[in-house]
């Protein structure tokens, strides 16, 4: 089973309609036709894959404010990888401007603690999984762990005029599928026939995107707190309704990243193995490390371990 996408694993069915929203933003999971209403944020940032970095998350709320967003989605992965999940979202809850969709790092803690029959048995005694295991028991001390299972999935913001903008951490159908210029024509047509929408805002992949399917705008939001595309920028998307349309802005934002480098080493985070060691290399050098080397090991019947993370080192040295 590959974990980067848990691609096998079957979509979560224990959230509850979202209760509390803007008269513009609407549950999916809701059946019955959808009100056009007039938008009163004009316009909106939308973040996501914050990973516990809360120094990127400053750094970006402060754009936020600075660029004159009146509204914010979370687009899920607001916690896990790094060492401020607790922090990052405290910072958020505090806002009342800030609305939830669930990422799959944000469920996999929950599902971590209650040792899920979604995850696989041998992954609970797996010394690589020791950062998620500590995340979760950070958010559990907090009271703050099982708070994402009220977070829908997909949220809809409306415009009267313009087309539907749908957004999900992944896609609608599950939060660990990947939306970008990469997509296929075909699925982007599906989703958006399905749903009704003329724009999908998409996140997980850590880098942005842009794209136009037939019409269909495809849009990423890349990530604040871990980037993988050689740009260590905190990233986000801010987007604006005209009467041209909706116009995205793929914003990048500057920030010392030397303070949470170093709070791998004193949160105790990195103390936990190798994985935590793989999540701070990637806030280091704005790579996908983790993912690739755990593809590797999956096709080479390799453990995970510090060896094996030094020959894949190697390996990437030399390509």
């Given amino acids: 089973m590959s974990h980067p996408r848990f691609s096998d694993l079957p979509l979560p069915t224990h959230h509850s309609p979202l209760t ?15 009100p ?35 509204a914010l989605i979370v687009n899920g992965d607001v916690v896990n990888r790094g060492p401020d999940s607790v922090e990052v979202l405290q910072t958020l809850l505090e806002r009342p401007d800030t609305r939830f969709t669930l990422g799959n790092h944000d469920d996999l803690l929950r599902l971590w603690q209650l040792r899920s029959e979604q995850l696989p048995a041998e992954w609970f005694t797996d010394p690589f999984w020791g950062a998620t295991e500590w995340s979760m028991a950070q958010l559990d001390r907090a009271g703050l762990l099982h708070l994402p299972a009220d977070w829908p999935m997909t949220l809809r913001l409306q415009q009267a005029g313009l087309p539907d903008v749908l957004l999900a951490h992944g896609s609608p159908d599950h939060y660990r599928e990947s939306l ?83 709070r ?34 999956e096709e080479t019947g390799r453990p995970r371990n510090a060896e094996t993370w030094q020959q894949f080192g190697r390996l990437l040295a030399t390509s």
Avoid at 190 to 218: N, T, W
């Fill in 180 to 262: 970008s210029e990469r997509t296929a024509p075909q699925r982007v047509a599906e989703i958006a026939a399905a749903h009704g929408a003329g724009v999908l805002v998409a996140s997980h992949i850590h880098r942005q995107a842009d794209a136009d399917f037939a019409g269909v705008r495809v849009l990423n939001t890349g990530a604040v707190g871990s980037p993988a595309d050689g740009d260590p920028r905190a990233q986000y998307l801010l987007l604006t309704a005209t009467p041209q349309g909706w116009q995205p802005e793929l914003r990048r934002v500057p920030y010392d990243r030397s303070g949470v480098l170093k």
């Fill in 36 to 70: 056009r209403t007039t938008l009163l944020p004009v316009r909106v940032a939308v973040i996501a894959d914050i990973h516990g970095n809360a120094d990127a998350l400053r750094a970006v709320l402060a754009d936020v404010q600075a660029q004159g967003a009146e």
């Fill in 264 to 297: 791998f080493q004193t949160s105790g985070l990195l103390d936990t193995g190798l994985s935590a060691e793989i999540f701070r290399d990637e806030v280091q050098t704005a790579r996908s490390l983790y993912t690739p080397y755990w593809t590797w090991t």
């Fill in 20 to 34: 509390r929203s803007f008269p513009t933003f609407h549950d999916l999971r809701s059946t019955g036709p959808f």
